[in-house]
């Protein structure tokens, strides 16, 4: 059986070396890796200039059991954003030791004389995740850039939110000769010019308040409302509690109206995706005024019939009706064409259209469907009495498909 040492080489200077990370390549006979790194460290041996899995797997394939070792070096940790998670159990008739290294960020908060157990970590790098709504609720958010999504651009969202003034330490070259880091406000580093793959420390003391992933059913008054209907807090709570999110979902909202629900479940979903389906001109305005209000970066407003739009967006892990157009079989229909097993919670006022659901379930038994009606009231000052208004009762449906 080969050996395989994955290797963390830190943040590329040799001399940030672990000792037994210098022992696994010295004995590896064949060295895979970015160009640069192999070429720091491969002088001697049978050198492999790739991180592209297929042709790692041909390699380890191709090697003498017998005689070789096959060495793969990785940045940083093999635990931190690492290709060795891609390699994990993907090289077969292997035996695969890992061997670690210095990340980015304990390099970094070192160089910056600042601790790092008490930052929000998180990945720019290729990779969709809410910086805005990370810097919001964390005093302290690493973050590693790459791609599109270089310090200045990502900078530059944050000056779109209001956030020009947090503190922003860019570091780009980390542990070479020619390292820099850079300390200024998001403003400032907005405008500055950064190597796409650096890393970012953002510091934001005024951090916290309402929006806080994990918790669901904000008040109504925090939204911005205008004639659209809007799912009011109860139902959202319990809405939300039965469509049952993930952080990393991908997540559509339907006749998302003002946004209430679609702002909620984007906030669930800080590494996911929420989309929210609106064909009504004044709801698609309000749509856009408390997704920029709640700094909902990871919501992406669409506009029209969303049985039309859907194969546009990528498919649902989770979907959220609030609204049909009449359409409720169509729509049903387009979303399991997309994702069979996306778990489904739909809001019904009207019998005729719980009936439609009802009905279109009846002919599809691998699904589980559950119905529940919430009729609320809200209490109204009259004098010195407090007298209960009701409002329309809703039937809560979640469609789950069996294990």
Request: glycine share 8%.
């Amino acid at each position: 059986m080969l050996k395989v040492n994955v290797i963390g080489i830190g943040p590329g200077n040799p001399d940030l070396l672990t000792g037994e990370a210098r022992k696994a390549i010295a004995e590896s006979t064949i060295l895979a890796g970015d160009k640069r790194m192999v070429g720091q460290f491969g002088s001697g041996k049978k050198v492999c200039p790739t991180i592209k899995l297929a042709e790692l797997a041909e390699v380890a394939a191709n090697a003498d059991a017998e005689k070789d070792v096959l060495g793969i070096l990785v940045s940083g940790d093999v635990g931190f954003f690492s290709l060795a998670k891609t390699i994990a159990g993907k090289l077969p008739q292997c035996e695969v030791k890992r061997f670690c290294g210095i990340s980015s960020l304990v390099y970094f908060a070192s160089r910056l004389q600042m601790s790092w157990d008490d930052a929000k970590i998180i990945s720019m790098h290729g990779r969709q995740q809410n910086l805005v709504s990370a810097v919001l609720q964390y005093k302290k958010v690493f973050s590693l850039t790459g791609g599109e999504n270089s310090p200045q651009v990502l900078c530059r969202q944050l000056c779109e939110q209001g956030l020009g003034e947090v503190t922003v330490h860019v570091g780009s070259n980390l542990s070479y000769p020619d390292e820099k880091i850079v300390t200024g406000t998001a403003e400032e580093i907005a405008e500055g010019n950064f190597p796409s793959l650096s890393v970012m420390m953002i510091l934001n003391e005024k951090a916290g308040g309402p929006l806080r992933q994990g918790v669901h059913g904000l008040d109504d008054s925090l939204f911005l409302r205008g004639k659209a209907p809007m799912t009011k807090q109860e139902i959202r709570a319990v809405s939300i509690s039965k469509l049952q999110p993930r952080p990393d979902d991908i997540i559509y909202d339907i006749g998302a109206g003002t946004g209430s629900c679609s702002v909620e479940l984007a906030l669930q979903a800080p590494f996911g995706k929420l989309y929210a389906f609106e064909m009504k001109e004044d709801a698609l305005e309000l749509l856009r005024l408390n997704k920029e209000r709640f700094h909902c970066d990871n919501m992406e407003i669409v506009a029209g019939e969303a049985s039309e739009e859907i194969d546009k967006t990528p498919a649902p892990d989770c979907v959220f009706i609030g609204g049909s157009s009449g359409n409720m079989v169509k729509m049903l229909d387009s979303l399991y064409a997309r994702n069979a097993a996306c778990r489904i919670v739909i809001n019904v006022i009207a019998l005729e259209t719980l009936c439609t659901v009802v009905d279109y379930y009846k002919e599809k038994p691998d699904y589980d469907l559950d119905v529940v009606n919430i009729a609320s009231a809200y209490n109204k000052k009259l004098g010195r009495y407090n007298l209960m208004m009701a409002q329309n009762p809703i039937y809560i449906i979640t469609a789950v498909k069996k294990a």
